[in-house]
């Protein structure tokens, strides 16, 4: 298991900004991958963006069809943070989004995630 702590989710009127963080303490000396999954109630969770982290590639980055040019993935090697920028946020966005890591290319799916972070809900009203 890899420690991950979110911040950053909060109640904003539809076509606001929020940055979500995710600091992870996980050994980065591999290629591994993180994510942003949501789940909205009554709902499965659901991919966001997953990355593929190394050092000899950097950082690949897919996105999910709705959110594409709406949200952004940043990762700070240094701090070994991802962050998930989200603009023009609308109520379909609303959901707890929760950050996870497994090895590389692990994070296509729920089932392969090795570590989860405790979520941070994200509100939006139209």
């Known amino acids: 298991q890899v420690p991950l702590v979110e911040s950053g989710g909060g109640s904003v009127q539809a076509g606001a900004s929020l940055k979500l963080s995710c600091l992870a303490s996980r050994d980065t000396s591999s290629g591994y991958s993180m994510a942003w999954f949501r789940q909205a109630p009554g709902k499965e969770r659901e991919g966001v963006a997953t990355t593929l982290i190394s050092e000899v590639t950097g950082i690949n980055v897919a996105l999910r069809d709705s959110v594409k040019g709406r949200f952004t993935v940043s990762h700070d090697n240094a701090k070994n943070t991802l962050y998930l920028q989200m603009s023009s946020l609308r109520a379909e966005d609303t959901a707890m989004y929760y950050c996870?890591?497994?090895?590389?290319?692990?994070?296509?799916?729920?089932?392969?995630?090795?570590?989860w972070g405790q979520g941070t809900q994200v509100t939006v009203s139209s």
């Open positions: 996870a890591t497994g090895p590389y290319g692990g994070c296509a799916s729920p089932d392969f995630v090795d570590s």
